[in-house]
């Protein structure tokens, strides 16, 4: 019977030992040292990767144009924030993008030959802010923003280059880059406010209605 117990005292003091050397010495608790009363527990947890997305606004219709005889300009605004959502976790940064064919009128009534503006005609969609106040961001507050706190900005040529460009990279019709976060930046959710379009109408537009399917692109990579 003394035996028994005995044994069972060495198997107690044999798991003690593998507790010890299994207890990460101040590896997670920072600021925490083991003694014979305090013990230092590590602590870990797993972010799984998410996507990145986008919600576009819809776009108000353009002012209706009065034909006279000369060119005219006609606006439209956004019903709304560019909702972009980057849950990858990769900091690799993101850029979004503007892209339609020329406005177009279909054969009927007073439009002739499936009539289309000249490419290059509708411009605008720059950057102009971002908001991720209310999804209490951590890198997201104040304004001297650094690190990961630095949101998306403007690309260069955004707003000025034709959305409905012929002569862009890529082609006819290659999508305009309006704004980019950086690597390492712009990562959770912002909303993004770009401001409106503008489509120069040629003099000799047909007195019909003109349109044209505009392609918002989020994609990887500044």
Known sequence: MRKLIGLGAAAILAGASVLAVGTPANTFAAGCTANATTGCIGATVTMNQGALSLTAPTLAAFQAVNLNGQDATTLASWNGTFKIV?????????????????????????????????????????????????????????????????????????????????????????????????????????????????????????????????TATLSTSP
């Open 86 to 214: 980057d849950a990858t976790g990769t900091g690799a940064g993101w850029h979004l993008t503007l892209g339609s064919p020329a406005f177009s009128c279909a054969t009927g009534g007073n439009c002739q030959n499936n009539d289309a503006f000249p490419n290059g005609e509708l411009t605008g969609g720059a950057f102009s802010s971002y908001s991720c106040a209310a999804y209490s961001e951590q890198h997201c507050s104040g304004t001297a923003q650094t690190g990961r706190g630095v949101g998306p900005g403007g690309f260069s040529g955004a707003g000025t280059t034709p959305i409905d460009n012929a002569s862009g990279t890529g082609g006819a019709n290659a999508p305009v880059e309006e704004v980019s976060a950086a690597t390492n930046t712009g990562m959770g959710t912002y909303d993004v406010t770009l401001s409106g379009l503008s489509l120069h109408v040629p003099a000799d537009a047909y007195a019909a209605t003109y349109t044209t399917t505009i």
